[in-house]
């Protein structure tokens, strides 16, 4: 069955940089884009970006195009999203998701659990 | 930057029909989803491809899409239809960028 399982919740300091994986799992991971989406705690969701594990092409939403670095490691099927300089408005549950694409129509068909964030000194 | 309207909120008693709206420029050129999130779980999909119910989705939930309107029909609702619903499409005109609405709390009671 398919399966995107996160790694754990962070606490990060302002200023600081946080990595957050998804492993995928069920199926060919190089098949199907990659997208990240979060959540600041009681807001709605934000869509981030999105990386194809085949070719490593990305596309990120405007406002976290300088700061936010998505990759992939195609051994390991896992997929990886990098927020750097954090500031307290980061703290969010951040949530990966397999997608289909077809000419930049996505569908979310599966997500990974959630990874909370929270920056705090 | 492109954006998808939805209203905060939509209230309807058991077994009536709740409707919510999503409007955007770019939905005559590109599909709308939408996503049920319950409190404390992921999203999970209802609706793909406008108008699409993925398998395990109960039929008394339906997509179409208009010009720049798409909506999410939930026929008789039931009170564990209770969520946040949120659609989401691509801007047709700057590199595909996905973009969510801003959520709709559906509220059965």
């Known amino acids: 069955q398919v399966q995107l399982v996160q790694s754990g919740a962070e606490v990060k300091k302002p200023g600081a940089s946080v990595k957050v994986s998804c492993k995928a799992s069920?199926?060919?991971?190089?098949?199907?884009?990659v997208h990240w989406v979060r959540q600041a705690p009681g807001q709605g969701l934000e869509w981030m970006g999105w990386?194809?594990?085949?070719?490593?092409?990305?596309n990120y939403a405007q406002r976290f195009q300088e700061w936010v670095t998505l990759t992939r490691d195609t051994s390991i099927s896992t997929a990886y999203m990098e927020l750097s300089r954090l500031r307290s408005g980061d703290t969010a549950l951040y949530y990966c998701?397999?997608?289909?694409?077809?000419?930049?129509?996505?569908?979310?068909?599966?997500w990974g659990q959630g990874t909370l964030v929270t920056v705090s000194s | 930057s492109y954006e998808l309207t939805q209203p905060p909120s939509v209230s309807v008693s058991p077994g009536q029909t709740a409707r919510i709206t999503c409007s955007g420029e770019?939905?005559?050129?590109?599909?709308a989803y939408w996503y049920q999130q319950k409190s404390g779980q992921a999203p999970v999909p209802v609706i793909y491809?406008?108008?699409k119910r993925p398998s395990g989705i109960p039929e008394r939930f339906s997509g179409s899409s208009s010009g720049t309107l798409a909506t999410l029909t939930v026929s008789e609702a039931q009170v564990e239809d209770e969520a946040d619903y949120y659609c989401?499409?691509?801007?047709?005109?700057?590199?595909?960028?996905?973009?969510f609405g801003g959520g709709t709390k559906l509220t059965v009671l």
């Open positions: 998701a397999r997608a289909p694409c077809v000419g930049g129509d996505c569908y979310f068909d599966y």
């Open positions: 069920g199926y060919t991971f190089t098949g199907y884009y």
């Open positions: 990386i194809n594990p085949n070719s490593g092409d990305t």
């Open positions: 770019s939905l005559p050129k590109k599909y």
């Open positions: 491809e406008d108008s």
């Open positions: 989401y499409s691509a801007d047709s005109s700057a590199h595909h960028r996905g973009v």
